[in-house]
C-alpha cells in the first residue's frame, strides 16, 4: 500500500529535549515537505526536500532541522524544543516531475506537546 | 505574497442538503486548486485537484469550480450525510520561488442526522 509514515504519532516532551519525527514514504517520491498545523493559523510549510541531498527552508523553519540522507526518509528534527512548537506535524510526499500536475500524500501526523 | 481564505470557519447543517464550501486566494498564478479533507485525528485526504487550465472537476457528489480571474473556488457537496462531516481545506500550488501549497484555514462541517 503505497503510504506515508510518521513516527511518533503522538510525544509529550520537555523544553530542551532534542527530539527526532520521523517520516517515510514507500512511492519513490523525490518531493518531501514537513508542514505544521496550529489552531487559526492552518498548515504552514516548515521544510521542503526536492531529492536526496537538496533540502531549503519553508515559510517557519526556525528551531527545525531536516536532513535527506535517503530517498524514502524525511526526518524532523528539533534541537531544542520549545512550547510555542507544540502543534500537529504532518509529512507529504510526491513525485518531483508530476508535482504541478498531481496532489501530495500526507502522513497521519504527528502531535507534539512541549511543556 | 498568496493567501488563501475560507469563509465560514464552520458550518452545521442537517443531513439532506447540498453545500457550497467558498475559497478565496489573493494571487492568481496557481497551477492547481486543491480541496482536501480531514478528520480528527487524521491525516489529509485528496478530495479533488483543478489545473489553473481547468474549470471544474467532480467525484461522485463533490463538484469542485475554479474561477481564477475572480480568485474564488467552490466546493459543492450534494445531498450531504452525517459522514461528510470533517474539516475542508483548500490550498493552491502557487507559482514562483518554491511553489508551494497555500493552505486555508478550513472549514469545519457539521452534518446532523
Known amino acids: 500500500e503505497a503510504q506515508v509514515t510518521q513516527n511518533p504519532r503522538y510525544l509529550i516532551t520537555v523544553t530542551g529535549k532534542k527530539l527526532t519525527v520521523t517520516c517515510s514514504q514507500n512511492?519513490?517520491?523525490?518531493?518531501m515537505s514537513w508542514y505544521r498545523q496550529d489552531p487559526g493559523l492552518g498548515l504552514r510549510q516548515i521544510y521542503y526536500?526536492?531529492?536526496?541531498?537538496?533540502?531549503d527552508k519553508g515559510d517557519v523553519p526556525e528551531g527545525y532541522k531536516v536532513s535527506r540522507k535517503e530517498k524514502r526518509n524525511f526526518p524532523l528534527i528539533l534541537e531544542s524544543p520549545s512550547p510555542n512548537q507544540t502543534s500537529l506535524y504532518f509529512c507529504?510526499?510526491?513525485?518531483?516531475?508530476?508535482?504541478?500536475?498531481?496532489?501530495?500524500?500526507f502522513g497521519p501526523g504527528t502531535r507534539l506537546l512541549v511543556l | 505574497k498568496q493567501e488563501v481564505t475560507q469563509i465560514p470557519a464552520a458550518l452545521s447543517v442537517p443531513e439532506g442538503e447540498n453545500l457550497v464550501l467558498n475559497c478565496s486566494f489573493t494571487d492568481s498564478a496557481i497551477y492547481n486548486l486543491q480541496w482536501f479533507r480531514q478528520d480528527p485525528g487524521k491525516g489529509l485526504t485528496s478530495l479533488l485537484l483543478i489545473q489553473s487550465s481547468q474549470r471544474e472537476q467532480t467525484s461522485g457528489r463533490l463538484n469542485a469550480s475554479l474561477d481564477k480571474s475572480s480568485g474564488r473556488s467552490t466546493l459543492y457537496i450534494a445531498a450531504s450525510q452525517p459522514g461528510d462531516s470533517a474539516t475542508y481545506l483548500c490550498a493552491a500550488l502557487t507559482q514562483g520561488g518554491s511553489e508551494k501549497l497555500v493552505f486555508g484555514k478550513g472549514m469545519k462541517l457539521t452534518v446532523n442526522p
Open positions: 526536500s526536492m531529492n536526496v541531498e537538496v533540502t
Open positions: 507529504a510526499s510526491s513525485p518531483l516531475e508530476a508535482r504541478l500536475r498531481e496532489t501530495q500524500y
Open positions: 512511492m519513490n517520491h523525490e518531493y
